[in-house]
Every structure is written in structure tokens, then in C-alpha cells.
């Protein structure tokens, strides 16, 4: 049982990272289905970048930063220009495949997987020790550790504070925030590239905390369900992280299943994670808290 939370809560990581970073650029009215593709550029940048410097840390602020490249195309072409938000995320999702199997190739290899340098565990001591959640909760990484602080800290800044209040209000009615002074597109900007950093560093997460190297299509799947998880979450941080545990139950059952001498086809173990989301989601009958403004362009009049 105890391997078994241990799993869940590493497979959920990356998931609030991800999650927790795109609620803010979410609330500021501003839909980026292009999460999947940062992740995947995050993963890559995050294996070279260790792989050229040897550390794990520098490997993911590369990671950071090349998403911080993405979010800014997209923020130019959503914000700026108005261009469709849908269109451009899938767009993102597109050059961001292309883009890391031909760097990968490039940089590394295509013969076999490099292995690179992650991120080590760091027990706290005596807390560690404590049977059952010692292990769980007090022996992980550096980006685990931060990942759960950030549940937190985003509910704070998202219920407590004054830029809280101004993000959850431009996604609301950004004319209204204009005529007091609130610079709408700088508003949406900032946000999508927190995104973005949230994003390049969940990434990397995945490729230098989980495997220690990086593989084409690695991220499989889990920036769409990062982004469902905010919309089962009803766009609040505590309901973003109950989504993402439970997703994360979902993917801890699929490896433990797989596992197990069991008639069941793999393909349908493998698809577990996948189906908990789409039911989810559609078991959804809560008053959506998504924002009035949501997708849709500001003009200023």
C-alpha cells in the first residue's frame, strides 16, 4: 500500500505543476489547450540541459525558459493579433512534436535512450520516519516538495490577494477592468507565461525526476489531462488538486495492474488513466466557475 501512494503522489507532481499554472491564465479568460506541447518541449529541454551541464536544476530552468519562448508565440497570436485560442494550442501541441524529435535526433540520439542526471530524493529528517506518510510525503524531490507548497500558495494568491481578485475580474469582464485601470492584455500575458514556466517545469519533471532521460511523445497524454483537471477542479486550486490526485490514482493503478498476472489486455490497463478522466468529466454536474469571458478576445473600445 505504502509503494502504492508513493507512486500516486510522484505520477500527480507534474500534474499540479501543470495544472496550478494554467488556473491563473484560465481565470484571465484566455484557453490554452497547448499544454501538452510545452510539457514535451520542457521535457526535452529539461534532458539537455542536464545533459549539457550535468545538473538537474539548470536542465529545468532550460526547460522554464524554452516554454517561456512558447507561451510568448502564443500570448502574441491570442492576445495581440486575437487569433483563435483553440487553433493556436493544437498549432502549439504540432510544431512542439516536431520540434523535440528533430531536436532530439540532433542533440542525443535515435539508437538508444541517453540517460542523463535527475533529480534526487531528500528525506526530511525525523519526519521521514513517521510509518505510512513518512515516505510519501518526506522523501521526495526538490519540484515534489514545491509542487504540494504551490497548492497553497496558489490558493492564497487566488482567494487573498489583490492580483487574485484581478485575474478571477478580467476573465470576468476585462471592459470593466479597463475602465479602472487594469491592463487587460498585460494581465493575460503574465499569466499564460507562468503557465508556460508552470508547464516547461512539469515537463521536465517527467523526463529528469521520473526516468532520467527523454523519449519521443513521452508525455503521453498528461497535459490534456492537467488541463481537465482544472475544468473537474470548477477552476479553483483545492478542486484542481482533488482532480489531479485523482487522476494520478488512476495512472498509480494502471502501472500496478500492468503488473500483475492478470487475462486483461495491457492496452486496456493502459488506457485506465484515460478513461477515469473522460468519465470524470462527464460525471461533472457542478455550476461551472469557468470565467464569462472565457476564449474570447478583448477589444478595447
Known amino acids: 500500500m505504502e509503494e502504492f501512494l508513493v507512486s ?3 505520477m500527480a507532481v507534474p500534474l499540479l505543476l501543470c ?3 494554467t488556473l491563473f491564465s484560465e481565470k484571465a479568460g484566455t484557453v490554452n489547450i497547448g499544454l501538452e506541447g510545452s510539457m514535451l518541449t520542457g521535457a526535452l529541454f529539461g534532458v539537455l ?9 539548470i536542465g529545468a530552468l532550460i526547460a522554464m525558459t524554452s ?3 512558447l507561451s ?11 487569433a483563435n485560442q483553440i487553433v493556436m494550442g493544437v498549432a502549439i501541441n ?6 523535440t524529435i528533430s531536436l532530439n535526433r540532433i542533440f542525443l540520439t535515435s539508437a538508444s535512450v541517453v540517460k542523463v542526471n535527475g533529480f534526487k530524493s531528500i528525506p526530511i529528517p525525523f519526519l521521514n520516519k ?3 506518510i513518512g515516505e510519501v510525503l518526506f522523501d521526495q524531490t526538490v519540484p515534489a516538495y514545491f509542487a504540494y507548497i504551490l497548492v497553497f500558495l496558489t490558493w492564497f494568491v487566488y482567494s487573498k490577494t489583490d492580483l487574485g481578485l484581478r485575474i478571477r475580474a478580467v476573465g470576468e469582464y476585462p471592459a470593466a477592468c479597463d475602465t479602472v485601470g487594469i491592463n487587460v492584455a498585460r494581465l493575460r500575458y503574465s499569466t499564460l507565461l507562468y503557465g508556460g514556466i508552470m508547464a516547461g517545469l512539469a515537463g521536465a519533471y517527467i523526463s529528469t525526476g521520473q526516468l532520467s532521460a527523454f523519449s519521443e511523445g513521452m508525455i503521453s497524454g498528461r497535459g490534456f489531462t492537467a488541463y481537465a483537471a482544472v475544468i473537474f477542479g470548477n477552476f479553483t486550486p483545492l478542486g484542481v488538486f482533488r482532480s489531479c490526485m485523482i487522476f494520478a490514482v488512476g495512472m498509480g493503478l494502471q502501472y500496478r495492474l500492468q503488473a500483475m498476472d492478470t487475462p486483461v489486455s495491457y492496452y486496456f490497463w493502459m488506457m485506465l488513466p484515460y478513461i477515469i478522466t473522460i468519465v470524470a468529466l462527464c460525471m461533472y454536474r457542478k455550476r461551472s466557475n469557468a470565467p ?4 474570447i478576445p478583448y477589444v478595447k473600445g
Open 8 to 10: 500516486v503522489f510522484k
Open 72 to 82: 510568448l508565440v502564443f500570448a502574441f497570436f491570442t492576445v495581440t493579433i486575437r
Open 292 to 295: 464569462k469571458y472565457s476564449g
Open 49 to 57: 540541459g542536464s545533459y549539457w551541464t550535468g545538473s538537474p536544476y
Open 130 to 132: 513517521i510509518p505510512v
Open 94 to 99: 504540432t510544431i512542439a512534436t516536431g520540434l
Open 19 to 21: 495544472s496550478l499554472g
Open 67 to 69: 516554454c517561456v519562448v
